[in-house]
């Protein structure tokens, strides 16, 4: 199977860091080919010209094969922080520029735009994975964790992803060195449980 893996944080030496590379690490051991992404480290571009708004649009060469990446894939993992409630802005415009009209979603002939949008991609397993300094307990009662809202309902369900696991690792600021290890291994299991090796 072949996997996108999508990374999005700043720092080198993050936790998040760690999650991916263990993710990137358990999915070579299973067999799988692994199409890595380090959003900051590329200096990927967030920002949508015009010029590429509409979906017949021509594409640059970065974006085209982000574009080929996402439809050319059975399984995505991605993993990004929990900022202000949201992904951090490269990753916001990394779903604008790559998940687009006749590349991840269609509407019905017909349907100027305003319908439900008909999901395009091929992928069959999603996972998110969060990390936070948010305490469980308050990220639900008092934000309804919008991430979960926000991946589930506005994002995978739109562009035809139903198998979707997210998993948010808090408090990061504060968690000792054997909490980071126990969580690591619950990425290495999650990974093997939604990618078990190739037979």
């Given at each position: 199977?072949?996997?996108?893996?999508?990374?999005?944080?700043?720092?080198?030496?993050?936790?998040?860091?760690?999650?991916?590379?263990?993710?990137?690490?358990?999915?070579?051991?299973?067999?799988?080919?692994?199409?890595?992404?380090?959003?900051?480290?590329?200096?990927?571009?967030?920002?949508?010209?015009?010029?590429?708004?509409?979906?017949?649009?021509?594409?640059?060469?970065?974006?085209?094969?982000?574009?080929?990446?996402?439809?050319?894939?059975?399984?995505?993992?991605?993993?990004?922080?929990?900022?202000?409630?949201?992904?951090?802005?490269?990753?916001?415009?990394?779903?604008?520029?790559?998940?687009?009209?006749?590349?991840?979603?269609?509407?019905?002939?017909?349907?100027?735009?305003?319908?439900?949008?008909?999901?395009?991609?091929?992928?069959?397993?999603?996972?998110?994975?969060?990390?936070s300094n948010t305490v469980e307990e308050r990220e639900l009662n008092h934000f309804s964790d919008p991430l979960e809202t926000l991946w589930k309902t506005c994002i995978f369900d739109l562009?035809?992803?139903?198998?979707?696991?997210?998993?948010?690792?808090?408090?990061?600021?504060?968690?000792?060195?054997?909490?980071?290890?126990?969580?690591?291994?619950e990425v290495k299991k999650t990974v093997n449980e939604r990618f078990p090796g190739i037979c």
């Amino acid at each position: 199977m072949k996997i996108l893996v999508i990374l999005a944080h700043p720092n080198n030496k993050s936790f998040n860091h760690a999650i991916a590379k263990t993710a990137v690490k358990t999915l070579h051991n299973n067999g799988h080919e692994v199409i890595f992404h380090d959003l900051y480290a590329e200096e990927f571009n967030p920002i949508l010209p015009f010029e590429e708004f509409l979906s017949e649009s021509k594409l640059d060469n970065t974006i085209k094969r982000h574009c080929e990446e996402i439809v050319s894939s059975d399984g995505i993992i991605i993993i990004h922080p929990n900022w202000w409630g949201q992904p951090p802005a490269i990753l916001k415009g990394w779903m604008d520029r790559v998940l687009r009209p006749k590349i991840a979603y269609e509407f019905q002939e017909g349907d100027p735009g305003e319908g439900v949008p008909i999901g395009l991609l091929k992928i069959k397993n999603a996972i998110i994975f969060n990390t936070s300094n948010t305490v469980e307990e308050r990220e639900l009662n008092h934000f309804s964790d919008p991430l979960e809202t926000l991946w589930k309902t506005c994002i995978f369900d739109l562009i035809g992803i139903k198998n979707f696991y997210r998993k948010t690792f808090s408090v990061i600021i504060t968690s000792s060195l054997v909490k980071r290890k126990k969580w690591l291994n619950e990425v290495k299991k999650t990974v093997n449980e939604r990618f078990p090796g190739i037979c």
